[in-house]
């Protein structure tokens, strides 16, 4: 049964948060998954060769509330994507999602992320190598082109060649990725959306789930959006002011239920338990709690309350005397 009409995958990439170098680990994503239920969560990009050659624990580990989470996988070689896949679901992810989309230079020396547009057949092995040994969906996330190749044929050629491998859903970055004379940062703000072609993808692939990424901030957007393609991907506002994922249970998924009675206080206690079991095990609070600075994102005391959290002169502070003293000091303005 296809992804698109089957009632095991429904509305599984309605929303998403996309997967974030160095920021989506699993704190943030228990994080996230206190103010959200429903939305997907990605994990960052794992290289293949992190997983067969090095710590898999470290890379793979992650606490069950975070479900539905994604592995995403960064590589070119289908045999070492087989492997790591299986490991991916071996460790209970729910997905596993290829890298095609990614332009630093770093990346691009491993012979993967955006430059394997360029290379549409390659990527179709890695993704029937994959499907061949993982029974959770495998899926791509890519750009719409890639340096100054600006056609539709490019990205519908490339999604057509990796959907006859297999792959049924696609998260379409909707801008170009420059492969030389932009940074990462660059390549996010530079190239120009093109929404427009991602909307073409979606009505020449209809029995694909087509979602789309970039520059999406609003609920209004998300909304407009949501009207013409499967699924919305968001990023840095995600992060940066991640309070706008409260209301995403009951806005798109008519689950006014399981978010009942949040508050930012409540948010902020279950964290600071989570940091009280994490330190048990030897993380410090302060690698998590830099995943919920934006928690007061626009609110009276919040340049304070981050003060606080951000101190690194507090590390040897238990948590919870931490969240106290970011109390007081929001409690002055």
Known sequence: MPLLTDPKYHHRWKLSVAPMMDWTDRHCRYFHRLLTKNTLLYTEMVTTGALLHGDVPRHLDFNTEEHPVALQLGGSEPADLAKAARLGEQWGYDEINLNCGCPSERVQRGAFGACLMAE?????????????????????????????????????????????????????????????????????EVPPLRYELVHRLKKEFPHLVIALNGGINTPEQIRGELAQVDGVMVGREAYHNPWVMADWDAAFYGDSVSRQGISRDSVQEQMVQYMEREAERGTGWYSIARHMLGLRHGQSGARLWRQVWSDHRLKTLPAREVAQRAALASERV
């Open 120 to 188: 549409p057949a390659l990527v179709a092995d890695c993704v029937k190598a994959m499907l061949d040994v993982v029974r959770v969906p495998v899926t791509v996330k890519h750009r719409i082109g890639i340096d100054k190749t600006e056609s539709y044929e490019f990205v519908r050629d490339f999604v057509g060649a990796i959907a006859d491998a297999g792959c049924e859903v696609f998260i379409v970055h909707a801008r170009n990725a420059w492969l030389q004379g932009l940074s990462p940062k660059q390549n996010r």
